[in-house]
Nanobody, 121 residues
Framework: QIQLVESGGGLVQPGGSLRLSCVASGSIFSINAMGWHRRAPGKERELVAGITSGGSTNYADSVKGRFTISRDNAKKTVYLQMNSLKPEDTAVYYC???????????????WGKGTLVTVSS
């Protein structure tokens, strides 16, 4: 069974930093793109940042210059370094990965259960 498990969320003051991690486990042949999405209270889920298997990245305009996505392919892990956090960054952050399972011919999207980030004084 393939799982994505996020960690690193919590309560932080405005201007602070957090680092989220997401580990993929299970019968995985290869991982293509990975990314972070978030859902704020009362809003729809939105893409925060994405990274390809080759390391190309993209970011939502609202987080450019403050957030950095990275990955360790050997550890099947994607990270999100969040700096200069604002109250409007408060949300549940979800990791996702597009990957090919062992024995499969097709790639599928998998999602973690999310980790809560609260930015408040």
């Amino acid at each position: 069974q393939i799982q994505l498990v996020e960690s690193g969320g919590g309560l932080v003051q405005p201007g602070g930093s957090l680092r989220l991690s997401c580990v993929a486990s299970g019968s995985i042949f290869s991982i293509n793109a990975m990314g972070w999405h978030r859902r704020a209270p009362g809003k729809e889920r939105e893409l925060v940042a994405g990274i390809t298997s080759g390391g190309s990245t993209n970011y939502a305009d609202s987080v450019k210059g403050r957030f950095t996505i990275s990955r360790d392919n050997a550890k099947k892990t994607v990270y999100l370094q969040m700096n200069s956090l604002k109250p409007e960054d408060t949300a549940v952050y979800y990791c996702n990965a597009n990957l090919i399972a062992l024995g499969s011919l097709y790639d599928l999207d998998y999602w973690g259960k999310g980790t809560l980030v609260t930015v408040s004084s």
